[in-house]
T-cell receptor, first 111, second 113 residues
Framework: QKEVEQNSGPLSVPEGAIASLNCTYSDRVSQSFFWYRQYSGKSPELIMSIYSNGDKEDGRFTAQLNKASQYVSLLIRDSQPSDSATYLCAVRSSNTGKLIFGQGTTLQVKP | NAGVMQNPRHLVRRRGQEARLRCSPMKGHSHVYWYRQLPEEGLKFMVYLQKENIIDESGMPKERFSAEFPKEGPSILRIQQVVRGDSAAYFC???????????FGQGTRLTVV
């Protein structure tokens, strides 16, 4: 079992729709979770961090965490073509603190 | 407050040479992480360091690769006797505390010819 798993996609949504990106992880004790966005040829950019169960909203982005199910998701409301990128889920290891990434989900927002 | 600085941005090495990649963390950050990324692939963890300490090097190949983060100066990822398979983008990230948010540098694109 991979430490952090994401569906590689591509996930295609029309402009204005809600994009839902999902991630599962294996470390039952982990406390820190992050979403990054990476455009092709660029470095990852932090979008959201979440540490507690429930929802955390920031503008058009909402991160959701369910520690019991070992599941974290990212919702993007009113998707724009500029949101087209790869979204990386990251989980901090409870053992050593290293930051582990999933393979990323490619999002395509079509005008 | 400058971001995470990596240099060089692009590095070309012939097979058998050494590659040194440098990472200066954000001001006040004492934790550094190194990752390798091949085209169309995810970020593969290599090593996690604090000042003068290697915390987790479980992702580092056993041979030819080493990393350090001295008390003064940048973190260095060193690849000895490079081979074509080492060609990749190498990213570093830094954070102020364990568990806190980490921010990435622009990366070093290594090409081995």
């Amino acid at each position: 079992q991979k430490e952090v798993e994401q569906n590689s996609g591509p996930l295609s949504v029309p402009e204005g729709a809600i994009a839902s990106l999902n991630c599962t992880y294996s470390d039952r004790v982990s406390q820190s979770f992050f979403w990054y966005r990476q455009y092709s040829g660029k470095s990852p950019e932090l979008i959201m961090s979440i540490y507690s169960n429930g929802d955390k909203e920031d503008g058009r982005f909402t991160a959701q965490l369910n520690k019991a199910s070992q599941y974290v998701s990212l919702l993007i409301r009113d998707s724009q073509p500029s949101d087209s990128a790869t979204y990386l889920c990251a989980v901090r290891s409870s053992n050593t603190g290293k930051l582990i990434f999933g393979q990323g989900t490619t999002l395509q927002v079509k005008p | 407050n400058a971001g995470v600085m990596q240099n060089p941005r692009h590095l070309v090495r012939r097979r058998g040479q050494e590659a040194r990649l440098r990472c200066s963390p954000m001001k006040g950050h004492s934790h550094v992480y190194w990752y390798r990324q091949l085209p169309e692939e995810g970020l593969k963890f290599m090593v996690y360091l604090q000042k003068e300490n290697i915390i987790d090097e479980s992702g580092m190949p056993k041979e030819r690769f080493s990393a350090e983060f001295p008390k003064e100066g940048p973190s260095i990822l060193r690849i000895q006797q490079v081979v074509r398979g080492d060609s990749a983008a190498y990213f570093c990230a830094s954070s102020p505390l364990e568990g806190s948010e980490a921010f990435f540098g622009q990366g070093t694109r290594l090409t081995v010819v």
